[in-house]
């Protein structure tokens, strides 16, 4: 779930009533937006086609459009004709202003953007109420907005600036009550670097671990963070203590010079990144990763160069993309002056150096597939599983302090409830075309699985792992990318606004 869509319902008037719509687990009601006074779309670069297509639509009924998100904040003139409103940046006085002059017939202009950054210690808890939890598997919680670092290629330093700003450990402690009452199971804190402040990182820490101890540790949590977690110990425990189990890296690549081009210097300092991403798993905490082909030191080595280090460090859940030069950032600037980039292309907006546009492409999708052929898949996860014994040892000592001895009726509904998860997948993937060989591999696995004797995945979460592969799995053999300028229709001027009431 979107962490946009409760927060920005928390920031709507009293006078509004608030619909959400998340086109992930629901289909867009097209056929009732002229019900409503205003029509909001916010969407990530990620979504930018989706979003394109949604808004044609809602041209021909919706009374009021209004776009925000990170998509726009970046490439504005993208939607140029399909909104009457553009929220540009963070919206936290900008939305209720807006919704304000429209309830009091004043007239609202094509274009908002906040002229300080927003104070964190400010911003109302998500409207997690209006959520229904059973749609999703994570809650999103957002502590921090910000990152000290200089990634070239990344627009949070362009939207959000260089120093972090944090909300309070009461704020938080405050939506996690939220969330834990709203149902839902498991918590995502969707800070692009958590640790972007370690001072207000550990007071939060303190804070959640206090609660969690309070409350029988109801939220498994994960997050994102920089590499250097690896080397502030004391932080890492604390992130155990307060019940994190899995951590995002942005790794990149393994290749130095990419690196030093791209200015991820915090992956370089110190020992090696395979060092710094055992002392994580070793601390008791799952690590996944981001990873980016097409720097300009990049040439066709690095595709096996990639599979061999996400391999060798058991990165189950690797992410990769091709690089992206998203407007507003210094690599969109730089090869802009270099007069490399490409808006024709429909999936690489830029000119590689140390290959061409097809030569990156086929071998991003050869090593998507490589990653998520399902017994290289496995074999990175449980072969880092299984050797992690200091990872054991802290999950271990955790539960042994913290959670209770399930009982024999729970472990049994435990089993219970693996097996028909187990079931309900098989029946799924045996109507897929490559289903019955994924099956075959899910069961000697978990048979391999079950050779660890106490170690052993439980069934439900091997059960999950699978639900994951095959997400990614089938993800590795669809179109993945898209980039800036690859949009080909364009519409002329800004629609008329119609008359309007209260908004809605």
Known sequence: MTAALPALAALTPEFC?????????????????????????????????????????????????????????????????????????????????????????RTTLPRYEQQQKTDMTTV?????????????????????RGCPFLCEFCDIITIFGRRPRTKTPAQVLTELDAIRDAGFKQCFLVDDNF???????????????EWQKANGFPLPLSTEASLNLADDPDLLELMVAANF????????????????????LQNMRGDSMDDKLQRIRDA???????????????????????????QRNGIAKAHVAVLSAIPSTPLYDRLKAEGRLDPHHPRINFHPLGMDQDQLLAGYDDLVLR??????????????????????????AFARDNLPRPGRASALAGRLSGVLSAARLATHLVRQEEGPRLLRSYLRHYRRNRSLGPRAIPLPAFVGLCIEHWHFHQMARHERKISFGSIQSRFGQPRPQAPREKTA
């Open 17 to 105: 009533d608030v619909t959400l719509i998340d086109e992930n687990v629901e289909d867009i009601p097209f056929d009732r937006i002229a019900d409503f006074d205003v029509v909001g779309v916010t969407g990530m670069i990620v979504q930018q086609k989706r979003m394109h297509e949604i808004l044609q639509q809602l041209r021909h009924s919706a009374r009021h459009i209004a776009v925000g998100g990170p998509l726009i904040t970046v490439s504005e003139s993208e939607f140029e004709g399909l909104c009457d409103t553009a929220f540009i940046g963070e919206a936290e006085t900008t939305w209720p202003a807006f919704l304000r002059d429209l309830r009091d017939g």
């Open 124 to 144: 109302p808890a998500p409207r997690y109420d209006l959520v229904d939890a059973g749609a999703y598997i994570v809650a999103p919680l957002q502590f921090s």
């Open 195 to 209: 640790i972007g402040n370690k001072a207000k990182a550990r007071e939060v820490l303190i804070a959640i671990a």
């Open 245 to 264: 189990r899995q951590v995002f890296i942005g790794v990149e690549t393994p290749r130095a010079a990419s690196l030093s081009e791209t200015r991820k």
């Open 284 to 310: 008791g905490i799952v690590v996944t990763g981001g990873f980016i082909l097409g720097f300009d030191a990049d040439d066709p080595e690095i595709f096996d160069e990639q599979f061999r280090f996400i």
């Open 371 to 396: 990653l998520y052929d399902p017994d290289v898949f496995w074999d990175r996860l449980l072969g880092s599983y299984a050797a992690s014994t200091g990872y054991w040892r802290k999950r271990a």
